[in-house]
């Protein structure tokens, strides 16, 4: 049974940071694109970035282009999201997410939250 567990969120005030971490456990998912969603509350589901399996490919959202990066460890079987200069319109649940096609990466294809996999989200809330 896959599961992706999220952390790392909490309160930080605004221009602040955070890094979230999502670990993955009952498949090894080396060769699986992997990224994070959110969803802030009373608006719908929003991409924020993903990355393919060797991590030579990303995408970003352009409400958080040049201020997150994401990373994996493959050998940790994990997906990371550094979060800097945090605004308040970043407060949302963070959720992460894995492609269950090995070698498969397609940005616009992931763009439309096409994951086969989801975690249950772990809540950032940034303060004004």
């Known amino acids: 049974q896959v599961q992706l567990v999220e952390s790392g969120g909490g309160l930080v005030q605004a221009g602040g940071s955070l890094r979230l971490s999502c670990v993955a456990s009952g498949r090894t998912f080396s060769r699986s694109a992997m990224g994070w969603f959110r969803e802030a509350p009373g608006k719908e589901r929003e991409f924020v970035a993903t990355?393919?399996?060797?991590?030579?490919?990303?995408d970003y959202g352009d409400s958080v282009k040049g201020r997150f990066r994401i990373s994996r460890d493959n050998a940790k079987n994990s997906v990371y999201l550094q979060m800097n200069s945090l605004k308040p319109e970043d407060t949302a649940v963070y959720y992460c997410?894995?492609?269950?096609?090995?070698?498969?990466?397609?940005?616009?294809?992931?763009?439309?939250?096409?994951?086969?996999?989801w975690g249950k989200g772990t809540l950032v809330t940034v303060s004004s």
């Open positions: 990355i393919n399996w060797s991590g030579g490919i990303s």
């Open positions: 997410a894995v492609d269950g096609i090995p070698g498969h990466y397609s940005a616009t294809y992931y763009r439309g939250g096409n994951m086969s996999y």
